[in-house]
């Protein structure tokens, strides 16, 4: 599991990859909630790009659930696009599409999150 991280304007993309099982959920929760913390106090938005994604089990679900309350609690957004179809699956059933916003592309998340993100996307050609 990785995860990489790039700034556009307000918007921070976060980009797992890999798998996020029992042997990486910590690594990717230590990650993930540093990365909330700065967002927090930049006031910068987060974006998950879930494309290279291959499997997350519930541990990896549970960072996301304590990610998600420790954005709320500095009213900050996370937000989440990509996702496989068998991710796209698990966050269904598991409701997670309650907790957070789901796009089926960055660029639509960018559109909907930041006019000057989705600018500087746009400009890249990414």
Not at 64 to 90: C, F, R, S, T
Request: a negative charge; glycine letters at 6%.
């Amino acid at each position: 599991m990785d995860l990489s991280a790039r700034n556009l304007d307000d918007v921070v993309i976060l980009k797992p990859s890999g798998r996020i099982d029992h042997t990486s959920a910590s690594a990717f929760q230590d990650s993930l909630l540093a990365q909330v913390a700065e967002a927090g106090e930049t006031k910068h938005q987060i974006l998950l790009d879930m494309t290279g994604l291959a499997y997350m089990s519930s541990v990896g679900l549970r960072a996301l659930m304590m990610a998600a309350k420790a954005a709320k609690k500095n009213d900050g957004v996370i937000v989440v696009a990509a996702l496989q179809p068998e991710m796209k699956e698990i966050f269904e059933i598991s409701r997670f599409h309650f907790v957070f916003k789901t796009f089926d592309t960055v660029e639509e998340a960018l559109k909907g999150m930041s006019t000057s993100a989705h600018a500087a996307f746009a400009a890249e050609g990414a």
